[in-house]
C-alpha cells in the first residue's frame, strides 16, 4: 500500500496544525514578547519562511482578533503570561462582592513586573473591555464568583472618637439651648454624659467601645 504524498494546503496542515501562531525567542530565559504573528493559511504567507509549530505558540479565533493593536504580547514558559489580553483586578483576599481595583489591557503594557498574575484577575472580553459606558467603569464595579458585577462597597464605618465627638458637639448643644441660655444649671447627668464624650473624643478613654447612652 503506497500514500499519496501530501501536496498544497495539506501539507501546511500537516506541518502546523493550528491557523494562527505567535513566534517568540525559544532561547529566552523569564519573560519575553512575542515576536511575530502568522496566519499559516494567508494566501500571502511564505511557508518556507514559518517557523516550525513546535516552536510557536498556537493561537485561537479569538486570540488572533485581539492581536489587532496590542503592542507587547507576554510569553513565560512557552505560553502566553495573560491569554485573555484584557482583565479587571480585585483584592482576592477579600470577601466578596469585593470592589475591581483596576482594569489592565495587558498586550499594551511595557512592563507587567506590577500587573498581578492573570489566575489573580478576571478575563474581561473585548466587548465587554469596549463598553466604557455601562461596564468597564472607573466605579461601581465589582466581583463575585468570578464575575463582574454592579457594586458599591458600603461606607467604611465612622471610628468611635468622631462618633463621640459629634455627640459631644449636639449635647453642648442641647445643654445651652435647655440650660444654659436660661441660666439654668446643667444637670450633672447631662455633665457626666459629656465628660464621657469628650474622653472618648480626646482619646483619653481607650476602653469603651461604644457611646454612652444620652441622658433622658
Do not use: C, H
Not at 515576536?35 to 498556537?58: G, H
Not at 493561537?59 to 510569553?75: F, M, N, R, S, Y
Request: no cysteine; glycine share 6%.
Amino acid at each position: 500500500m503506497t500514500t499519496a504524498p501530501l501536496t498544497g494546503a495539506a501539507v501546511i496542515a500537516a506541518a502546523w496544525p493550528a491557523r494562527y501562531y505567535a513566534a517568540y525567542d525559544t532561547t529566552a530565559t523569564g519573560l519575553t514578547k512575542v515576536t511575530a504573528l502568522y496566519d499559516v493559511q494567508s494566501v500571502q504567507t511564505v511557508v518556507q519562511n514559518l517557523p516550525a509549530a513546535a516552536t510557536m505558540i498556537a493561537l485561537t479565533e479569538d486570540q488572533w482578533a485581539l492581536t489587532q493593536g496590542a503592542q507587547a504580547i507576554w510569553v513565560q514558559g512557552g505560553a502566553l503570561l495573560y491569554p485573555a489580553r484584557y482583565y479587571a483586578a480585585y483584592d482576592t483576599m477579600a470577601a466578596q462582592p469585593t470592589s475591581v481595583t483596576g482594569w489592565y489591557d495587558t498586550w499594551t503594557l511595557s512592563s507587567v513586573t506590577s500587573v498581578p498574575a492573570a489566575s489573580a484577575l478576571i478575563a474581561v472580553s473585548s466587548q465587554d473591555w469596549s463598553d466604557t459606558k455601562a461596564f468597564r467603569l472607573p466605579t461601581g464595579r465589582g466581583v463575585q464568583d468570578g464575575k463582574i458585577i454592579d457594586y458599591t462597597p458600603p461606607a467604611p464605618p465612622v471610628p468611635l472618637a468622631t462618633q463621640a465627638a459629634n455627640a459631644l458637639t449636639a449635647a453642648a448643644s442641647a445643654t445651652w439651648a435647655n440650660y444654659g441660655s436660661m441660666g439654668v444649671a446643667v444637670p450633672q447627668a447631662w455633665i457626666t454624659y459629656q465628660t464621657a464624650l469628650k474622653a472618648i473624643a480626646d482619646g483619653t478613654d481607650t476602653a469603651s467601645t461604644a457611646l454612652p447612652a444620652a441622658p433622658a
